[in-house]
């Protein structure tokens, strides 16, 4: 069986919030800095109480010979990876070390421990500095799970994010406290079908209470919208009346785990920092942080604003959850309520291929309602509409055909077409990204190109397994020969979506199967 990671040594105030309990403690370990990653201090277990140990660096910060780090030493517990004596087994296939490092990944219920929210069953993270479950990963993670058998630990993951719901209001970013203000691209609704697969759709009616409640957190004010007032959180009211969602963050302040960057970031932009703050954190809730859909210029992330954006994801997203409330409703012999849910999704569909179309382009991009345009970034957010079964033949043929001739590289498909140093930028390509493409596509019949895409994208996966023993957050998708960069951090392994999209693509191709089993010198030839 395998042993829970979390320690506590004292029981700690519920909801400890690193940034707020600590003060000035805080900010000056991350801006020395004391750590080389700022979610290093954020993950840090306090071994007293915090406004002892603030009370205690008030006191001793001035005395000749203070050292801030044996201070941190001091007070609190480093956090660390749970010990599992994993080592890679080069001699096995791809998919044979995946499935082992399901039980590494795993981790068991527990009390919590510093900014870490307790959960009550066991769950998946996705590996590396992220030992933690995040939202929008675990749907890509669960694929793989359910190619694996590993039904009950799928049931356990909709058991805890159904726990987050009820107990904070929403499904965070993850399950740190300083997660709270923010989700992530709300895959609930995708994650309770995918039980159904398994269980049948009782599991909807089940479930049913959780999505209103996730729902009306995405809607918020969405009744008190005015064109005098037409913004609330996440709701905007276009001036033709229609209502689509944006990306938002409560907390005009720089993020926990990654203080320092966002701290330089906002001084670089010589703009308020309350409002670059908060664009920040609306583009770590979309999942993309950072790339350069969410920038005025295209290049630079001291221009971004993210909450000036409708994304063409989201809205897909919401759409799905709509038509999902509406086939709850219908389980429950609600027909009025039924009705009422497929009138928005039929609203929201509207109001997507009206302002995030661009005709002459032949491609879905973001809105800026600020500019009241498109943004005119070519992403890889314009397969959803695909995905949801939004998207007109036409434009299906279009947005295909974009993807053949820009997007589709050696390796897969790049996230955008430009090089900006972000990690959600080109070269790199992405797990969930290359599934919801390749889905899309074969939503409309275009299964030559999808199978192209999972065949280049199975093949880049084993050659950087056969030659690292790794399964990796990102890809290089144009060099093979290099690995992803870019962004605030280091590359990591794990990694729990990679994991799950390889598994449900070999379940998919399954003649792609033998290119996971052939040897590197073998591979390269091709």
């Known amino acids: 069986m395998l042993l829970s990671y979390i320690f506590s040594p004292l029981p700690v105030q519920a909801q400890y919030l690193p940034e707020t309990d ?3 403690l805080f900010r000056d370990v991350q801006l020395l800095p004391v750590f080389p990653d700022s979610k290093t201090f954020a993950d840090c277990v306090p071994l007293q109480e915090p406004a002892y140990i603030l009370q205690a660096y008030r006191e001793q910060r001035q005395q000749p010979g203070f050292d801030l780090k044996e201070f941190v030493l ?5 956090p660390t990876q749970p010990s599992s004596n994993f080592t890679t087994d080069t001699s096995l296939t791809v998919t044979a070390h995946i499935r082992q490092l ?3 990944l795993t981790r068991m219920p527990g009390d919590g421990g510093g900014s870490l929210l307790p959960l009550p069953h066991a769950y998946v993270v996705p590996g590396g500095r992220f030992q933690e479950i995040y939202y929008w990963d675990s749907f890509f993670t669960m694929l793989g799970l359910q190619v694996s058998g590993e039904k009950a630990l799928i049931q356990h993951m909709v058991d805890n994010f159904t726990h987050l719901i009820h107990t904070t209001g929403h499904i965070p970013n993850g399950n740190r406290s300083y997660y709270l203000s923010r989700s992530q691209p709300p895959f609930y609704a995708l994650m309770l079908h995918l039980l159904t697969q398994e269980l049948g759709r ?7 209470p959780a999505l209103r409640k996730e729902y009306a957190f995405w809607m918020d004010g969405s009744e008190q919208l005015t064109s005098a007032n037409p913004t609330h959180r996440r709701v905007v009211l276009l001036p033709d009346g229609s209502i689509l969602n944006r990306y938002w963050d409560d907390q005009p302040a720089p993020r926990p785990e990654s203080y320092r960057e966002d701290v330089h970031i906002a001084q670089e932009s010589v703009r308020n920092p309350e409002e670059v703050y908060r664009h920040i954190r609306a583009a770590a809730e979309s ?4 790339s350069s859909r969410w920038f005025a210029d295209k290049h630079n992330l001291s221009t971004i604003h993210t909450t000036d954006i409708l ?3 989201l809205n897909s ?3 799905h959850m709509e038509l999902t409330l509406a086939e709850m409703a219908e389980l429950e012999r609600d027909p009025a309520e039924a009705k009422l849910f497929r009138q928005k999704a039929k609203a929201r569909r509207k109001a997507v291929l009206q302002h995030m179309w661009h005709d002459a382009d032949g491609f879905f991009y973001d809105y800026d309602f600020v500019q009241g345009k498109t943004t005119d970034i070519p992403t890889l957010a314009a397969v959803f509409p695909l995905y949801f079964c939004m998207a007109k033949r036409k434009q299906a043929k279009a947005v295909a055909e974009r993807l053949q001739n820009d997007f589709l590289k050696a390796g897969g498909l790049a996230t955008t077409l430009v090089h900006t140093n972000q990690q959600w930028d080109a070269p790199n390509g992405w797990a969930p990204l290359q599934w919801m493409s390749i889905q899309a596509l074969r939503n409309y019949e275009y299964e030559e190109l999808a199978r192209t895409i999972a065949t280049r994208w199975i093949t880049l996966g084993t050659e950087v397994h056969e030659n690292t023993g790794k399964m990796v957050e990102k890809y290089n998708v144009e060099n093979l020969e290099l690995e992803a960069g870019g962004g605030e951090y280091p590359n990591q392994d794990g990694f729990g979506w990679t994991n799950g999209v390889f598994l449900k693509l070999i379940a998919l191709y399954p003649e792609l199967r033998p290119i996971a089993e052939q040897e590197p010198a073998v591979l390269q030839k091709q």
């Open 22 to 24: 600590l003060q000035e």
């Open 74 to 78: 001091e007070h609190f517990l480093l």
């Open 102 to 104: 399901w039980p590494v």
């Open 202 to 208: 009782d599991v909807l009616v089940k479930y049913a």
């Open 287 to 290: 999942g993309w942080d950072f």
């Open 311 to 313: 994304p063409v994801d």
């Open 317 to 319: 997203l919401l759409f």
